[in-house]
């Protein structure tokens, strides 16, 4: 079982930048087994996937909310920790954040579906980011 704790949140000033990590723990925690991706959930808000990342072949997926302004990276040197960068953060990027995991699929399966929320079995706990005006 695979433990996944993110950190990193806080609040910001808009335009501000945050660097969330997502480490893991457990047994089979080695991201490189998985497909890992970055939700939020804003108040009243579905979660929604913004980033995700095929370890197999480093490919990524991003939101269009998000596009150009997040990034994901996977450690490689440790294959335990993964993180999101966000710059230029909005208001609207106020949520909670999750990392979560999901099982080893193909990458053609990932292409299809990168960061649908029912597809992922394995969710940390959350870090709060709040962005303000």
């Known amino acids: 079982q695979v433990q996944l704790v993110e950190s990193g949140g806080g609040s910001v000033p808009t335009g501000g930048s945050l660097k969330l990590s997502c480490a893991a723990s457990g047994t089979g925690r080695h991201f490189a087994d998985y497909s890992m991706a970055w939700f939020r959930q804003a108040p009243g808000k579905e979660r929604e996937g913004i980033a995700a990342i095929f370890a197999s072949y480093m490919d990524t997926y991003y939101a269009s909310a998000v596009q150009g302004r997040f990034t994901i990276v996977q450690n490689n040197g440790d294959r335990t920790l993964l993180y999101l960068q966000m710059d230029d953060l909005k208001p609207e990027d106020t949520a909670i954040y999750y990392c979560?995991?999901?099982?080893?699929?193909?990458?053609?399966?990932?292409?299809?579906?990168?960061?649908?929320?029912?597809?992922?079995?394995?969710w940390g706990q959350g870090t709060q980011v709040t962005v303000s005006s």
């Open positions: 979560a995991t999901r099982p080893r699929i193909s990458r053609e399966q990932w292409r299809q579906s990168p960061a649908a929320a029912d597809a992922y079995t394995n």
